[in-house]
């Protein structure tokens, strides 16, 4: 019931254009680390495997690390709900043309059909499957992770195929929209 409540409380915010994001320099093997451990006692390790690959990205980028790992954590504890045999697999991924950083969790679950990708995004909306059944949600996640990202500025993304397994990307610009540039240091020594 909390869980219920909170989120709604989450949407209403947005929806009020309510909630600040405080942006900070995000370094994403830090956050990998914070999340590896707060996730950790979900994991039945005798079933599946959680799985946080280095990204390799040492620069930190600009965003809500907050809201990111509210994403995330949401990514993943569905994955690891409906993955009853294999892993989880959280990377990250730097996109310098798009200067953009894609944050992906992959798993070997259960899987969603194609006329079920657009319903998952839809408030209380839930699939009907056996596993859903012994886990319920409150079918809000997914919507409020959508609209989180589209506060950072970025999006959420969703590959799937049915009894294989599901991939959810939040892909995010490494400098939001709305953070104002550092200015710039001319030779004489005055800022631009």
Known sequence: LSELVNDLLDLAKIEAGRVETHV??????????ALKGMLRPLVDEARVELIFEPSGIDEPFYSDEGKISQILRNFISNALKFTEQGSVLVFAAHDPEADTIAFAVADTGIGISPDNLQLIFEEFSQIEHPLQRRSKGTGLG????????DLLGGRVDVSSTLGVGSTFTLTLPRTPPNRPQQPTMDPDGTAS
């Open 142 to 149: 997914l919507p409020l992770c959508r609209k989180l990202a």
């Open 24 to 33: 900070e320099p995000v370094v994403v093997d830090n956050l990998f680390r």
